[in-house]
């Protein structure tokens, strides 16, 4: 059972920038995909961003790439993914999905990904 924890979320001023983390529970994160997506109020789940196992592949969403950076620490004492979300605008508001999948290539379709956490909200202010 794949278990992930997201945190870093909080309500922030335009203009900033917040580092969200997901922690794998009970399972070495390194085996997985791991991705970010998220999802405003009334909105559809989009695609944030997403890394393979090593590190070597990233995608990122075309308005997110430059102001957002994914990255992973694999080491058992870390086994974290993050986001790092910088010059967040009121647009940037919603609920941060991390998800992990088991394909053998790095997917960016939420179906790919078969778990996820709860969610992390993050609330910008203009």
């Known amino acids: 059972q794949v278990q992930l924890v997201e945190s870093g979320g909080g309500l922030v001023q335009a203009g900033a920038s917040l580092r969200l983390s997901c922690t794998g529970s009970?399972?070495?994160?390194?085996?997985?995909?791991m991705a970010w997506f998220r999802q405003a109020p009334g909105k559809e789940r989009e695609f944030v961003a997403a890394i393979s196992r090593s590190s070597d592949v990233t995608y990122y969403a075309d308005s997110m790439k430059g102001r957002f950076t994914i990255s992973r620490d694999n080491a058992k004492n870390k086994n974290t993914v993050s986001l790092q979300l910088y010059s967040l605008t009121a647009e940037d508001t919603a609920a941060y999905y991390c998800?992990?999948?088991?394909?053998?290539?790095?997917?960016?379709?939420?179906?790919?990904?078969?778990?996820w956490g709860q969610g992390t909200q993050v609330t910008v202010s203009s």
């Open positions: 009970r399972v070495a994160l390194a085996l997985y995909n």
């Open positions: 998800a992990a999948s088991n394909d053998v290539q790095l997917p960016r379709a939420a179906e790919r990904y078969y778990w």
